[in-house]
């Protein structure tokens, strides 16, 4: 079973900055895609970013310009650089890695966090 572990999460104040990091706990043969979600109660989860295994990367529209998505290949962890943060972006951040578990004939699957908190304050 894999799991992935979030950290980076805390309290900073508006305009400040936090990075988020998640990795896997036990090895994976190869990541397809990496993304960012983030969820308030009762509220919907949002796709704050995502990054392809080629490199390709997209943004929720209210994070665009302030945070970054990125990831270490080597050590299959994904990154989320977040500035100027602002009270809005308050949330749990989830990271979301789908990937083949054992060989390049393994299904493709789809793994989630627990979840790390992020609150701004103003």
């Known amino acids: 079973q894999v799991q992935l572990v979030e950290s980076g999460g805390g309290l900073v104040e508006a305009g400040g900055s936090l990075r988020l990091s998640c990795a896997p706990s036990?090895?994976?043969?190869?990541?397809?895609?990496m993304e960012w979600y983030r969820q308030v109660p009762g509220k919907q989860r949002e796709l704050v970013a995502g990054?392809?295994?080629?490199?390709?990367?997209n943004y929720g529209d209210s994070v665009k310009g302030r945070f970054t998505i990125s990831r270490d290949n080597a050590k299959n962890t994904v990154y989320l650089q977040m500035n100027s943060l602002k009270p809005g972006d308050t949330a749990v951040y989830y990271c979301?890695?789908?990937?083949?578990?054992?060989?390049?004939?393994?299904?493709?699957?789809?793994?989630w966090g627990q979840g790390t908190q992020v609150t701004v304050s103003s």
């Open positions: 979301k890695i789908s990937c083949r578990v054992s060989s390049a004939y393994s299904p493709i699957l789809r793994y």
């Open positions: 036990g090895s994976i043969f190869s990541v397809n895609a």
């Open positions: 990054i392809t295994s080629g490199g390709s990367t």
